[in-house]
Structures are given as C-alpha cells and as structure tokens.
C-alpha cells in the first residue's frame, strides 16, 4: 500500500504488531511501532525521506558506524491529551540539536523541513501507538549514523536518519539515588560533550556500572579537571536547590543544553522562584546538605522528565535529601506535563500540534 | 563448502573476488578481502567464532550501536616475506588491548584464543590477499559491536566481534604537515582516550577537517585543559626530536599506548638514542624549531607506520622541519619494518608466525 502523508512517500505495513503490545507495562523503549521515517545522505546530499515498515538495517562491515562512532541522535515524546489530540513539545529544539551535533561530528546538516514533516507524517500514520495511560507518552528516536564504507579513520560519505518510535513508560521506578563522580568523566573541554554524539553515552557506561554495584542509579559528571563541580547526568541536567534557590550549572560544551532544562528554568521564573545559573561545587552542596540548607535536588530530561534524587554519595559519604512537602520538583513537573499534555495553556508557545 | 581451521568452522565463499583487485592501486582500507571471522556475545557469552564469506550485516534500528555508540575496534597488519611466509606483529598485545578497550566501553572480554585463532585460521584462508609489493600489506581490522536492541541508555546484551581484512597500501602519501590543536581536544581525563572506542574517531573528524582546510594533513591534539602539551595525534603517537633526544609523551587515560609507539621506544634505546618519555610542551617545541634544536617529528602507528612530519602549525605560524639526511624516522622505520617483513631477525621476539 503506498500513499503520502506531509508530501512523505509511505509504505504501510501489511499487519499491524499493536494487538502484541501490553500498554499497561510498557518498559522504557523496547518496543517499537510500525513504522519508521528513512532518509539516506547519498552523493552530497539528502534525499526525500520515505515512511516504510519498522524493519531491520542492512550494512557492510566496514560501515563507518562500526568503527568510528559517527552517530547522533535526539529524544523527544509525542503525547495524547483526552480528545486524542497529539502533541510535541519544541520540536523544532530538538531539530536545531541535531543539527549542532550533526556539524560536530562532521555529519552532514538535515534539511529542517525533513525532520519536522517526516515527524508529524509518521506521528499520523502511528498515532494509535501514542500511550493514553498516566504518564504515558511515544518515545521519539530521531537518528543519524555513518553508512559510508570505508577503514579510513575520515567522514563517511554516506548517512542515514532515521526516526523510529517506542511508546514508554517512566525511565526511572522509583526514587533517584545518585553517585557523584570522582575519577571518570563523560567529555572534555573542546570536546563532544554538548552533542548527543552517541560515543559520548558508551564511555558512561562503565562507571556508570560501577556506581551501580556500590547501590547508586546514576552518575553525576563531574568536570574533568578537577572534579569539583558538578555538571549532568547520564542522560538528565541536573538541578540543587539550597533554601529556596534553585540553582543549574551553566550549559559548556561539555554538557548538553537540556530542552527540559531551559523549560524547567522559564517555568521556575515564572512561578516567582528564584533561579541562579552558575558553576555548583560539590563542596557546596556537601556543606548544605550538612547544615540542612539542602533542599532538593533533581535530574530533568525528556525521558525522566523531572526526577527527584533521594540521596548521593560522595568520597564515601551518603547524604539523604529530605522529603519535602511542597517541593520545586512535584510542582515543576505538574506544571511542565500539563503543558506537554495539552491540561493547560501554553503561555510559553512551546506545544506544538500534530 | 565447509571445513575447518584452527577449530574454526568455515564456510568459504562460492568466488572469490581476488581477480578484481588492482594490487598496485591500492587505497588504504577500501577492498576488503572474501572472508571475515564472526563471532556473537549472546546469553551472556562469546559463542564459538566462525569465518564465513564478508558479507552485509543486518541489525535492528534500535541496535545500541546505532545510538549509543558502543564500539571498540583495534589495527593490524599481516606481512608476506619472500618465502610467501606470513607474519604478525605483537598480535598479543592488540587482543589485549582490545580486552582493555573491551572493559572501558562496558563491553564483555573476548577469550583470547578466538582472537588469536580466529585471527590465523582467517589469514591462513585469505592468505593470497596479503599483497607482496613494497609497503604493501594486508590491514586487519578486528572490532566489536554492540548488536543488542532498546532504547534505554544502558549495555547492550548482544555483541559482534569480526575480524575483516583488507589489502592496503601506504595510509599517507608524501609529507605529513600537521596542525597544534589550539581549541579543540580528543579526549579528558578519566575518559575513554586510552581506548580504541568508536567515538574518539568521529569527534576528531570536524577539528581534522577545519585543519584540513587551513593546509594541513592531521591534528596533533593536546591536554584538553592547557592545550599546552602534545599529546598524540588521529591515528598515531608522536615522537620529537630536539638535538639528539627522541621525545614522546607518556601514556595516559587520555592517550593510547601505541604498540608502534613502544616498539620505536625499545628499537631506539637498542640503537643507542637517547630516549625521554615525557610531557612535551608545545613551547618547547616552538622554541626548539626557533633555535635550530628541533630536528625531527614524526607520528608512530600501525597504518601510518613511521610517518616524517614536514611542518607543523602553531597559533597562525608555520614550522617547517629540516630535511636531514640520517634521520631517525628512516632508521627506525627500516629497522620496525626489517623485522615486520621478516627481513632480518627479530631480537625483541615481536615477530609471529601464521
Ligand atoms: C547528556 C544529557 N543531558 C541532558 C539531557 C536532557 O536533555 P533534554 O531535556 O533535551 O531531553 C539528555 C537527554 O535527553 C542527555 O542525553
Ligand atoms: C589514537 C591513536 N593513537 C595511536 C595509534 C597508534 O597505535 P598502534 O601503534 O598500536 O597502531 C592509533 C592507532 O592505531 C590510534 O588510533
């Protein structure tokens, strides 16, 4: 069957998987819905995305993504509000992203217009996997990697982007228990660290693991130099609030410039609370947590959207944050969903409709 | 067909595509021989490898090599001598340096034995693509993957480890003229520099290609938080002479120990030069290449072998190097290759035999 959608050319699958899918427990991104939107880079330049059925990838071994890492990507959700209207949240943020990474990892830069028809064509054509159930969403996987052959240690001459989508439930069950680093660390200054280049998430994963066996969920990255103030996490910026200051460290170009975080700083201004960005040393939260001046602490990201740290560890130490009752997090994250959900308005124009 | 070799299990290809090959224009890393050797990590363990046709790999979108960029690789090379005899250089030491590499990426170590024997059974099968004319050689590129799927940022559960190989000629033709990275870096402290991972390479090829485009051939990277020392450059250490010293940086978690590096090192001492491991400042250099005492630099790798370095770029100014008659670089690259070709004997006991 072939038809277009958004001017993207669409072959449909012949059966649909959905009846497969339990949606009441749904991990997070492991299950993938019918389709996807390809677009090749091919002879200098990209060609017309097409939509076709979910399918497996075929490459050379000596595809440039095996060998040298060239990839990106970005994440982002597509949520259902109770008329089944479906919404993203800036987009066109993530869309800009991609193509910051995609310069730095010498890919080259998506045709705007791709991304965002590509997304809503394929957002139309699978709109019966977006979750309805409470904090449900699709999880969106905008990707591009190096298909071009080739042992040379150089750019490939061939990528592909693809978009594929996972209906999700919550990243992280439960409290957020967090180490902070004090021997590894995710990127360099000069580095590829505020690209989501995806060696940038390989090189986590061993200290990460080791974090892990200690009883910690995550990592929280430190600086390379010295190790004294705290950066991101894995996969989430990070935010401490010391009285009633809510404090994140500046974006660099060894941190990601969170789509949720700059939200989550609009937001936290407009609900009078006051908001410092600026360099966090460890020895200042240590200190706060020890005098009771530490409030909160939490991650915010697309995929975690806002989670609360119960507790982190350092040179040995675990510090337990209070539970509080009225707390930045719970609020934050109320007023951030009810924007992404469509249970609001939208006073920042940040939804966009599908 | 099936047969066996070295305990592997082989299924040889129906023809093979040697005759295609224009041995005497030959490209590096771009032909790649019949067979590759294959081996899976599944249910928690390496599986037997097998050597089957090279032949197209097929994965899922969500493979974790496409995202998170999980990948290590190593470089190698097999050498024909006159009597058609095959020889390999310290292979030991790239299996465990993949093992090395292996660990930092959160990717499960590979017995050793189906690295070497996998490694010998393919060059036995193979052994008419190890080209015979000067400089020629066969590059071997084992690697492995991350094959297992999901969107969650975590290790994969399913692995590929391949050796494929690939006649190749010279990796740089004529004089190497490089650039002093000013700006950015390859690697930070307690990051993944020492190891072979996919995404160091990708997040050199932007700088490489700006350096590319200002005269120069290759970056020379420096510490990412003074960029006041050199440390090594894209695919090969750097050794500097100044007067009659021979100068290279120590191995760090930002630098890797180059097995080329380490047979130059030992070659030198047994040819009564002078040898310093140490940091070496840009400065110095600079003032060294002012004064007349800079006489040499050149890079160390198993693709590029020993490669004369002709000028080098530092803050808008060129440093050209003197053309000298005895160098060092021609005397320990006609040493490492005498004993890589089997042309003399192998006093180190590096040499062995396929
Ligand atoms: C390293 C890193 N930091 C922070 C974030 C949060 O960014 P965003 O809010 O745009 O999802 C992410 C991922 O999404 C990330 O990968
Ligand atoms: C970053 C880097 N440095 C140095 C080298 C040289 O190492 P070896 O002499 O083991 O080939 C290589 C590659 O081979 C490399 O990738």
Redesign the interface.
């Known amino acids: 069957m072939e038809n277009i959608i958004n001017n993207i050319p669409v072959t449909k699958c012949e059966k649909s998987k959905i009846s497969d899918v339990d949606f009441n427990n749904l ?4 299950v ?1 819905s019918d389709h ?1 939107l390809v677009c090749d880079y091919k002879n200098g330049a990209w060609e017309t995305p097409k939509i076709v059925p ?10 440039k ?7 990106i ?1 970005e994440g982002m959700k597509a949520y259902k509000d109770t008329n089944e209207d479906v919404w993203l949240f800036r987009p066109m943020d993530n869309c800009k992203r991609l193509n910051i990474s995609a ?4 890919i080259p830069e998506l045709p705007e217009a791709y991304f965002m028809e590509g997304l809503k064509a394929l957002l139309k054509l699978d709109s019966n996997w977006i979750p309805t159930n409470s904090g449900g969403s699709l ?1 969106i ?1 905008p ?1 591009i ?2 298909s071009g ?7 490939a001459n061939a990528y592909k982007f ?1 978009i ?1 989508t ?1 209906p999700s439930g919550a990243y992280f069950s439960g409290k957020v228990k967090v180490a902070i ?1 004090e ?10 660290g505020y690209a989501k ?10 200290p ?2 080791l974090a892990i066996q200690k009883g910690y969920n995550q990592v929280i990255w430190t600086d ?2 010295t ?1 004294e103030y705290i950066e991101e996490a ?2 989430m910026n990070i935010f401490v609030r010391i009285n009633d200051t809510l404090m994140t460290a500046p974006t660099s170009d060894r941190i990601l410039d969170g789509i949720t975080r700059k939200s989550i700083i609009e937001i936290a201004k407009a609900e009078g609370i006051n908001v410092e960005v600026k360099k966090i040393s460890v020895n200042e939260v240590v200190e706060a947590a020890k005098n009771g001046s530490l409030k909160e602490m939490f991650g915010s990201g697309t995929a975690a959207v806002v989670s609360p740290i119960a507790a982190f560890g350092y040179k040995g130490t675990d510090y337990d944050l209070p539970e509080l009752e009225n707390s930045y997090a719970s609020l934050l994250k109320k007023r951030i969903t009810d924007i992404q959900y469509n249970r609001t308005d939208d006073p920042f124009g940040w939804r966009v409709k599908v």
Do not use: C, W
């Not at 991990?27 to 492991?30: L, M, P, T």
């Not at 052959?149 to 750019?155: E, K, Q, T």
């Open positions: 991990a997070f991104g492991s993938f996807m979910y399918q497996p990838i075929t490459l050379d071994p000596s595809a993504i095996f060998h040298y890492g060239q990839s990507f310069k730095r990892l010498a999880y996987r990707f990697f190096a052959n080739g042992f040379h240690a150089s750019p693809i594929a996972a680093e021997k590894y660390s995710r990127s360099a200054n000069g580095g590829v280049a995806g060696g940038n998430y390989a090189g986590q994963f061993y990460t693991q390379d130099n190790h894995g996969a």
